[in-house]
């Protein structure tokens, strides 16, 4: 089998029918299988699932403990050459995963990748990152990053200084659509469970890199995401918020995790 595709649903019962549908209009010119895995919702998903699309394999878990402990469950039983994480408010358009595992095929270096992402008004949705300092969460959260003495560390952790136009290998990947080579992931490793929410695609991405994998955006193919980014409210107000604790919880668990330093970035062209 070529392709195992994981959909995690939470509560985003719609987002999934309008996935699965893209899906299956693409009409993949590929040997695959969807998985859907439906933490604890309670919204009717599984079933509706089940009743509209039979070949589609649900794995239903009796809580929700979170993004990456939800995608595992879909990992423990994808049989795909490649799995493709991919979030429900992601459209998949005809020919795009084929060019991904294409891509993937070409690059046996590469062990984790993700496509260019845009906006539904066709704009760039800048989905590639450098690692972080322990400072930028906290910039990026609040008011801090309009004043200018921070727009220099901000633009170069959000990689604005190129133009997102060629496949280029960066540190890592917003974790929306990431492809995976199935057998690098059995040697680097699931997603890290302790991330309930946020950073666990900066920490897996980090791991490929550490085990001798490449992590690669592929700008030649696009996808578009309808995104809302809950956790980057930029205000003092949003420290108040959970999302945002969740978030700094997260980045907390990360840096005890890996340290303060920061690892030397990757070049780009």
Not at 46 to 58: E, F, L, N, S, T
Not at 193 to 222: K, P, S
Not at 239 to 261: D, E, L, M
Request: glycine content about 6%; aromatic content about 14%; some cysteine.
């Amino acid at each position: 089998m070529d392709l195992s595709l994981i959909i995690l649903n939470y509560k985003s019962a719609g987002l999934v029918r309008q996935c699965l549908k893209g899906i299956m209009r693409a009409r993949l010119r590929l040997d695959y299988e969807v998985i859907v895995v439906d933490n604890n919702s309670q919204d009717g998903c599984p079933a509706w699932v089940a009743a509209h699309y039979p070949q589609v394999k649900i794995v239903v878990l009796p809580t929700n403990n979170g993004y990456s402990a939800g995608n595992n469950a879909g990992l423990r039983i994808a049989s795909g050459r490649y799995v493709l994480i991919l979030n429900p408010d992601v459209t998949v358009l005809p020919g795009r995963l084929e060019a991904l595992v294409n891509f993937m095929d070409n690059h046996p270096a590469v062990g984790l990748a993700g496509p260019r992402l845009t906006n539904p008004d066709g704009s760039l949705q800048y989905s590639s990152y450098r690692f972080p300092n322990f400072w930028l969460p906290l910039l990026r959260r609040t008011s801090l990053r309009y004043l200018s003495f921070f727009q220099g560390p901000l633009r170069h952790y959000q990689m604005l200084d190129w133009d997102h136009s060629t496949n280029q290998p960066v540190d890592w990947l917003l974790g929306a659509c990431l492809i995976a080579r199935l057998q690098a992931v059995a040697q680097v490793g699931w997603l890290d469970e302790r991330y309930f929410l946020y950073v666990e695609d900066t920490d897996w991405c980090r791991r490929f890199w550490n085990n001798g994998y490449q992590v690669y955006y592929v700008a030649e193919v696009e996808l578009v995401h309808f995104h809302e980014r809950l956790s980057a409210q930029a205000s003092i107000g949003a420290i108040f918020k959970r999302i945002t604790w969740i978030h700094i919880a997260s980045w907390f668990k990360y840096f005890f995790k890996w340290g303060w330093r920061v690892p030397k970035p990757i070049k780009v062209k």
